[in-house]
Protein backbone atom coordinates (compact mmCIF):
# COMPACT_ATOMS: atom_id res chain seq x y z
CA UNK A 1 0.00 0.00 0.00
CA UNK A 2 3.12 2.56 0.44
CA UNK A 3 3.96 1.67 -2.92
CA UNK A 4 0.04 2.68 -3.85
CA UNK A 5 0.35 5.91 -1.89
CA UNK A 6 3.99 6.94 -3.41
CA UNK A 7 2.39 6.16 -7.05
CA UNK A 8 -0.70 8.64 -6.63
CA UNK A 9 1.72 11.05 -4.45
CA UNK A 10 4.86 11.23 -7.39
CA UNK A 11 2.15 11.05 -10.92
CA UNK A 12 -0.76 12.73 -8.83
CA UNK A 13 -3.06 10.09 -9.49
CA UNK A 14 -5.64 11.31 -7.19
CA UNK A 15 -6.39 7.76 -5.80
CA UNK A 16 -9.07 6.96 -3.65
CA UNK A 17 -6.71 5.01 -0.55
CA UNK A 18 -7.12 3.89 2.56
CA UNK A 19 -4.51 6.08 4.69
CA UNK A 20 -4.18 7.27 8.16
CA UNK A 21 -5.05 10.91 8.30
CA UNK A 22 -5.76 13.88 10.78
CA UNK A 23 -9.16 14.19 11.19
CA UNK A 24 -11.15 17.51 11.82
CA UNK A 25 -14.63 16.84 12.67
CA UNK A 26 -15.39 14.08 9.64
CA UNK A 27 -16.66 10.74 10.48
CA UNK A 28 -17.68 12.79 13.79
CA UNK A 29 -14.16 12.95 14.88
CA UNK A 30 -11.94 15.57 15.61
CA UNK A 31 -8.38 16.21 16.31
CA UNK A 32 -7.22 12.70 15.88
CA UNK A 33 -5.49 10.79 13.02
CA UNK A 34 -7.09 7.42 12.08
CA UNK A 35 -7.57 5.46 9.17
CA UNK A 36 -10.17 6.62 6.25
CA UNK A 37 -10.05 6.60 2.87
CA UNK A 38 -8.43 9.71 1.47
CA UNK A 39 -7.70 11.23 -2.19
CA UNK A 40 -3.87 11.17 -2.79
CA UNK A 41 -2.37 13.52 -5.36
CA UNK A 42 0.26 15.61 -5.71
CA UNK A 43 0.00 17.85 -2.35
CA UNK A 44 -0.77 14.65 -0.80
CA UNK A 45 -3.99 13.08 1.22
CA UNK A 46 -6.01 16.38 -0.96
CA UNK A 47 -9.41 15.00 0.08
CA UNK A 48 -11.19 12.84 2.79
CA UNK A 49 -13.72 10.86 1.23
CA UNK A 50 -16.57 10.62 3.70
CA UNK A 51 -18.36 7.15 2.78
CA UNK A 52 -22.02 6.91 4.37
CA UNK A 53 -21.62 3.78 7.29
CA UNK A 54 -24.52 2.29 8.55
CA UNK A 55 -24.95 1.85 12.46
CA UNK A 56 -22.46 -0.99 12.94
CA UNK A 57 -20.04 0.92 10.93
CA UNK A 58 -19.82 3.77 12.97
CA UNK A 59 -20.12 1.25 16.01
CA UNK A 60 -16.80 -0.34 15.04
CA UNK A 61 -15.56 3.03 13.50
CA UNK A 62 -16.26 4.48 17.19
CA UNK A 63 -14.50 1.57 19.05
CA UNK A 64 -11.60 2.62 16.79
CA UNK A 65 -11.13 5.49 17.58
CA UNK A 66 -11.60 4.92 21.57
CA UNK A 67 -8.49 2.27 21.23
CA UNK A 68 -6.40 5.06 19.19
CA UNK A 69 -7.57 7.77 22.72
CA UNK A 70 -6.26 5.07 24.79
CA UNK A 71 -3.13 4.10 22.94
CA UNK A 72 -2.66 7.84 22.67
CA UNK A 73 -2.96 8.64 26.52
CA UNK A 74 -1.01 5.38 27.19
CA UNK A 75 2.26 6.99 24.62
CA UNK A 76 1.88 10.49 26.72
CA UNK A 77 2.58 8.91 29.96
CA UNK A 78 5.59 7.36 28.40
CA UNK A 79 6.77 10.21 26.52
CA UNK A 80 5.61 13.80 28.20
CA UNK A 81 6.27 15.31 25.02
CA UNK A 82 3.36 14.17 23.12
CA UNK A 83 1.53 16.17 25.50
CA UNK A 84 2.91 19.42 23.46
Known amino acids: SAV ?3 E ?6 KRVL ?3 TY ?3 EYGVKGLYA ?3 VVIG ?4 EKIVEIPLNNVE ?4 NISITAVKELFDVAKK ?4 LKK
Not at 42 to 45: A, E, F, H, Y
Not at 58 to 61: A, D, M, R, T
Not at 78 to 81: A, H
Open 58 to 61: KENL
Open 4 to 6: AMA
Open 35 to 37: GVP
Open 23 to 25: LNG
Open 8 to 13: SYLRDN
Open 78 to 81: IDQD
Open 18 to 20: PCA
Open 42 to 45: KSGV
